[in-house]
């Protein structure tokens, strides 16, 4: 059974940072494709970035040139690194992995961007 965990949330000040991992075991096979993904109270969840087998990456216009998204092969594991944080960042965000040809989520990992 695959398990998706992400970590890493927090309360940081506004132009802070903080580094989100999404860890997936159970499973023999590697990341195909991730996503980070957040839902901020009273919206809807959007899609923030993004990385298909680790080469290809995209992100949501709001978080460009201040998010990165990266991933650890060996591991199974896909960051998502978080600079110059605004409190319009604050959200739960979730990591979507696609292995093996299905899609799976993690359960949510709070980050809150206040002063």
């Known amino acids: 059974q695959v398990h998706v965990v992400e970590s890493g949330g927090g309360l940081v000040q506004p132009g802070g940072s903080l580094r989100l991992s999404c860890a997936a075991s159970?499973?023999?096979?590697?990341?195909?494709?991730a996503e980070w993904h957040r839902q901020a109270p009273g919206k809807e969840r959007e899609l923030v970035a993004s990385t298909t087998r680790g080469d290809s990456r995209n992100y949501v216009d709001s978080v460009k040139g201040r998010f990165t998204i990266s991933s650890d092969n060996a591991e199974n594991t896909v960051f998502l690194l978080m600079n110059s944080l605004k409190v319009e960042d604050t959200a739960v965000y979730y990591c979507?992995?696609?292995?093996?040809?299905?899609?799976?989520w993690g359960q949510g990992t709070q980050v809150t961007v206040s002063s």
């Open positions: 979507n992995v696609t292995i093996g040809g299905k899609a799976y």
């Open positions: 159970g499973t023999p096979f590697s990341i195909y494709r």
